[in-house]
């Protein structure tokens, strides 16, 4: 692997240096397709697109995006598990689901051809960086419904390189592995990188002498200061990967070696920057939700997908030769979700749990903290008369039930901390929920 | 006769203590002894004092959460072997304790899930039960 062989030597060079006028053909070629497709196969997009009185076959120009209808999350929610799919279940060959949200998941699928699209986005990305057949890909996220593991491991393979499927979790043993296989990339989360340079660190595991070259990490926020820490503790460059599994997954957009701005795979995602509040199409460079169309998937095609993302886009003449458009990292969300180890969390579905407890008060503070450069999450609750037991194991039972539903509920461990009375600050009108204390240090 | 122990939860923060015990001092309730004991984030005070109800509603008024407990108080004998001859009678009697504490110097609170059939044992061993 070596930048010098990266800077012209792309995966799709026809795609990755075509022109703007080049790409905006595409795109219009695929937009206009993608409508027809979406309206002639599913019910729910046929009434969405008729509601918004768009003629699906009057896509003529780029612009024209702006009078389709936006889908959200709820789409998803409400037509759960497969009523937007656009293709009979037979032609399936995939589902993932995103990590909790309230209520229902939001399940996609995938075709054999769009789990080809994805494979060859990944490997686009992972190819155009330097990453080649003689790499090995220690892949870190969790396999599962969420699709980081997964897209990885399909676009690692289409690029020939070897993967090592290890999943998250058990750091000793992906430490041993990253030593004795001589991972040369790294697929993972930010906070869980620096959480294994940590263990590392205790076991006296020299980076520099280990074979790490590259990390692809993504799905969480992460900072610019993280990314020094990562680059300077395990020796490798660190790039910024985004995706989500309603678009596609990883994939959608990653960083090249230069490190400024996530070029977009626009001839399958066609983004947008909207204003959150009015839904009108911002131009390029402004910051605004960033929503994605796309433009080749069958099974669950997205039209204006509202990511709920913070970011902005615009084109450059990047140094790497690549010629497709950037985002910028995105810099925060229009709404109140929390993406925690890479689970998403809503306040709301934490909110839903403790109501349900008996002897339970209703109020409570989500509390965010960094402990090994993890993000923690945990709830404080109150006790009341009712649930205030005199002996010291009821109390610890009680947290440690509480704790069960919720990671029942939301598949993560969220720690209870039992307060004394009105220590939860009271409000009228909108409750202050979450306390975050992630930054200022670990 | 069970006394009535008065527990109050505590967050693990500098001055909880203190400003319970200035609670009692202001309503003129005398503090006979008291045990905490601590978790992770919080512990529990369990206080026997002259006027456990009016104590109750002071603390409560002051947003601390309260509840009260019945427990049996015994006079142990001041010299070696006083509090072994207490556990002994308990631990023959199969009595199981979930915990004990001393307060004014020479009488233990003990808590146990029995009570009337613990002070009759105890009674039985000519143990002195205070009221």
């Known amino acids: 692997m070596s930048s010098q062989t990266a800077k012209k030597d792309f995966w799709d060079p026809e795609i990755s240096t075509a022109s703007r006028d080049r790409i905006i053909s595409i795109q219009i070629k695929n937009l206009k397709d993608t409508v027809k497709y979406c309206y002639n196969n599913n019910a729910i997009y046929r009434k969405k697109i008729d509601d918004a009185g768009v003629n699906p076959d009057k896509i003529d120009d780029i612009a024209d995006i702006g009078k389709l209808p936006f889908t959200t999350k709820d789409d998803l929610r409400d037509s759960y598990p497969f009523g937007l799919f656009c293709t009979p279940l037979s032609q399936v060959v995939r589902v993932h689901a995103s990590s909790g949200t309230t209520g229902n998941p939001t399940v996609v699928g995938y075709t054999k051809e769009d789990i080809d699209i994805w494979a060859n986005c990944i490997a686009r990305v992972m190819y155009d960086v330097g990453v080649r057949k003689d790499d090995i890909v220690q892949i ?252 010291l194991m009821d109390l610890e039972f009680f947290e440690k039930s509480i704790e069960d539903k919720l990671f029942s509920a939301i598949g993560l461990h969220i720690k209870v901390s039992l307060k004394e009375p009105k220590t939860i600050a009271r409000s009228e009108g909108k409750a202050k929920r979450v306390w975050d204390r992630r930054q200022g240090g670990n | 006769m069970p006394v009535k122990q008065l527990t109050v939860f505590l967050e693990n923060q500098t001055g909880r203590l203190a400003e319970v015990a200035r609670i009692l001092r202001d309503a003129d309730i005398n503090l006979q002894g008291f045990s905490t004991t601590e978790a992770r984030d919080y512990g529990i005070l369990r206080l026997v004092v002259s006027d456990t109800d009016t104590a109750r509603q002071k603390l409560k008024e002051a947003g601390f959460t309260t509840h009260i407990a019945e427990a049996i108080c015994i006079k142990v004998e001041d010299r070696p072997g006083g509090l072994y001859k207490i556990l002994d009678i308990l631990a023959n009697a199969k009595i199981n304790i979930d915990y004990v504490y001393v307060i004014a110097g020479t009488k233990l609170v003990l808590s146990v899930s029995d009570i009337p059939k613990t002070e009759s044992i105890l009674r039985e061993n000519n143990v002195v039960i205070c009221d």
């Open chain 1, 140 to 391: 870190s996220h969790t396999f599962g419904l969420f699709t980081g593991g997964w897209g990885f491991q399909i676009g690692t393979e289409k690029l020939g390189a070897l993967v090592i499927p290890i999943s998250g979790g058990n750091t000793e043993r992906q430490l041993k592995i990253m030593a004795d296989f001589k991972s040369t990339v790294l697929v993972n989360t930010p906070s869980y990188t620096l959480y294994i340079a940590e263990v590392a660190e205790k076991f006296g595991i020299d980076f520099s002498k280990l074979h790490l070259k590259l990390g692809f990490l993504g799905a969480e926020p992460w900072t610019e200061p993280m990314r020094v820490e990562i680059e300077k503790r395990l020796h490798m460059k660190a790039l910024n990967s985004y995706g989500l599994s309603e678009i596609i997954g990883p994939g959608v957009s990653c960083e090249c070696l230069e490190q400024d701005g996530l070029h977009i795979n626009e001839d399958h995602f066609l983004a947008e920057i909207i204003d959150p509040d009015t839904g009108k199409s911002l131009p390029y460079g402004s910051k605004g939700e960033l929503v994605f169309t796309t433009l080749t998937k069958r099974a669950f095609p997205a039209i204006r997908y509202r990511t709920k993302d913070i970011s902005y886009i615009y084109t450059d003449k990047c140094p790497c030769g690549k010629t497709l458009i950037k985002m910028a990292k995105p810099m925060g969300r229009t709404d109140d979700m929390l993406i925690i180890k890479g689970v998403n969390v809503f306040p709301s579905q934490i909110e839903e749990v403790l109501l349900k407890i008996k002897d339970l008060e209703p109020h409570y503070l989500i509390v965010l903290t960094k402990e090994n450069y993890m993000d923690q999450i945990g709830v404080w609750v109150e006790v009341s008369e009712d649930n205030f037991h005199e002996k």
